[in-house]
């Protein structure tokens, strides 16, 4: 599956989901100061082989906001938010603290956390600098093409 991310000249970035046989989907991506939500996703989804919004939509779920959750991608979803709250704050927290942030977000949600370590926030951040290295110097109307395949 490719993922098109589409630099906006608005409040909006884009991504377009390209699936062989399936229409092309495209979601409005709210900027948020660093590169968008769903890349995040990927970052966290392909790093730690798990299936969250992005791996739903590979294995053929609409590419919307209203998917049922289910505890996997739940625990996926808290991990990213904590994702975007260290990209906000310079991608430089303490994995320690991280982990800690996640545990009480999964708490506060009533949400089963999934197995993470030390190890997989470096990982995951590693993999996140890089596509900022990519995503920061494009222009408005440029493209980043991602490839997503589930193991």
Known sequence: MEL????GTGKYDRMDVRRNGVP?????????GIIPHDMVHCAVES??????????VHDGEPASFQ???????????????VFQG???????????DMLDLYL???????????PVRVDDVDAIRSCLLGLTARWEPLAAGES???????P
């Open 104 to 114: 009480v977000t999964c708490r506060a949600r009533a949400c089963e956390p999934l």
């Open 67 to 81: 998917m049922q959750g289910d505890a996997e991608s739940d625990g996926v979803e808290r991990l990213v938010e």
């Open 144 to 150: 980043l093409t991602l490839q997503f395949e589930r």
């Open 4 to 7: 098109v991310f589409t630099k």
């Open 24 to 32: 092309t989907e495209a979601i409005d991506c709210p900027k948020q």
């Open 86 to 96: 260290d990209g906000w704050s310079g991608w430089n927290t303490p994995p320690a």
């Open 47 to 56: 790093t730690l082989h798990r299936r969250g919004f992005i791996g739903r």
